[in-house]
């Protein structure tokens, strides 16, 4: 079969009806609105907000719309419409003022991929705000216990550590964290990377620890996606995945997004996002070397064939915090000091990263040199100095501090 009829056998399945209907508008509380629409798949879309005049679109690629929606509505929200041209379905959202809406996310249901679309009544802003979605995925569990060292298994570790930059994501405005595994279970590859995308996550991290049978190896590495392994390290990894995820592979269900599928229908978006990767990569890899604790296995971001990191579209980075096979990185990463230092990297290499590419109608798009952190019940501000990577001095200085005393809810902010 020639590759122009096997690409064209692609795109027929692909484009195969994924039809679009209106579903309901919600209200969640007093100053929150949930709109919602049914699909039959999760699909691969593009949400984004106006101003003059005020909306939300939501652009649902190889898609149609069952039938015509115009929904008129109360306020903020004057009207609800859609329309489908050329297979691309485009949902708009006509707003009477500017509000903080969440990326849509895709839920699977009995009666189809329910598509929801959160707004919430804000006073004062002057144009639509959202916050930057980054979904962590802290490598293995369950089951698959990773690499194991002494006393030190790979799948705790990696939780740990996600749960370290989730609490950063979290507690820093302009940010919202989605784990993709909050607890000890076992989810699989196609899992991770689908649940990225029905969160509508602006970047995938992948958090692992390697090991080895040598245990002088040691030392943080940083990989993005590619066929072709960029050191021997990479191709014994990619190696050793390939063998573990082809039942996988083939478990792809009729409701999920094929990512292989889309690589070739959608190369130039493919090649942005490898492009960004990258970017991202080297901005975690960058703070990876200022952390005096740890040590670099690869000076530069190194290529691999990881499943998990295989979107089409969302900038994805696998962060190797260290071998725990070897007893220095296995003592550092068995430390809570050691975990929060590899969390700081990474939240500093995701915060660089969008500040340089930040998504319109973000915080960080109006160059802002500063975050504000809400202070949580037993933060202190030498813990806060380290999680962000500056001084007590700093924050004191910036947030006039009478005897560095700070208290639960407080707002600072961070020079970073």
């Not at 919602?36 to 190889?62: C, G, M, T």
């Not at 979605?133 to 990773?146: K, M, Q, S």
Request: contains cysteine; glycine residues 4%.
């Amino acid at each position: 079969m020639n590759k122009y009829l096997y690409l064209c056998i692609i795109l027929s399945a692909f484009i195969r009806s994924n039809e679009v209907s209106f579903n309901e508008v919600t209200k969640l509380d007093s100053d929150t609105i949930q709109i919602s629409f049914i699909l039959e798949k999760v699909s691969y879309l593009k949400s984004y907000s106006l101003i003059e005049p005020s909306r939300l679109v939501i652009d649902i690629h190889d898609s149609s719309l069952k039938k015509e929606i115009s929904e008129v509505y109360n306020f903020p929200v004057k009207k609800i419409s859609a329309t489908s041209e050329e297979n691309l379905t485009r949902i708009v959202i006509d707003l009477y003022e500017y509000v903080k809406w969440k990326k849509p996310t895709q839920t699977y249901t009995e009666n189809g991929i329910l598509l929801n679309l959160e707004i919430e009544k804000a006073k004062k802003l002057k144009n639509n705000i959202r916050d930057i979605v980054i979904a962590i995925d802290a490598g293995h569990g369950g089951r698959d216990p990773g690499a194991v060292g002494s006393n030190v298994v790979e799948k705790d570790i990696t939780l740990l550590i996600a749960r370290e930059l989730e609490r950063t994501l979290r507690d820093t405005e302009g940010y919202q964290a989605v784990m993709i595994r909050s607890n000890d279970e076992s989810v699989s590859l196609n899992q991770r990377y689908q649940n990225a995308r029905k969160s509508g996550a602006d970047a995938l991290i992948s958090i692992h620890a390697d090991g080895f049978r040598l245990e002088s190896v040691k030392g943080a590495s940083v990989f993005v996606w590619s066929n072709e392994a960029s050191s021997s390290v990479a191709r014994n990894l990619s190696e050793r995945q390939r063998k573990r995820i082809q039942a996988q592979i083939k478990d792809i269900k009729p409701y999920d997004f094929n990512e292989d599928e889309a690589m070739m229908i959608y190369p130039s978006t493919y090649k942005n996002k490898i492009d960004q990767s990258l970017i991202l990569g080297n901005k975690i890899l960058e703070q990876l070397k200022r952390d005096p604790f740890t040590k670099i296995h690869k000076k530069n971001v190194e290529f691999a064939d990881f499943r998990v990191l295989k979107s089409v579209d969302i900038p994805s980075v696998l962060v190797e915090s260290g071998f725990i096979t070897n007893p220095e990185d296995a003592e550092r990463l068995n430390k809570k000091e050691g975990r929060r230092m590899i969390a700081r990297s990474i939240f500093l290499g995701i915060h660089n990263y969008f500040k340089e590419q930040a998504p319109s109608g973000t915080l960080l798009q109006n160059n802002q040199a500063y975050v504000n952190y809400t202070v949580q019940e037993g933060d202190t501000l030498l813990e806060l100095a380290i999680r962000f990577g500056i001084t007590v001095e700093s924050i004191s200085k910036t947030n006039n501090l009478k005897n560095n005393s700070i208290f639960q809810g407080q707002i600072l902010r961070i020079h970073i």
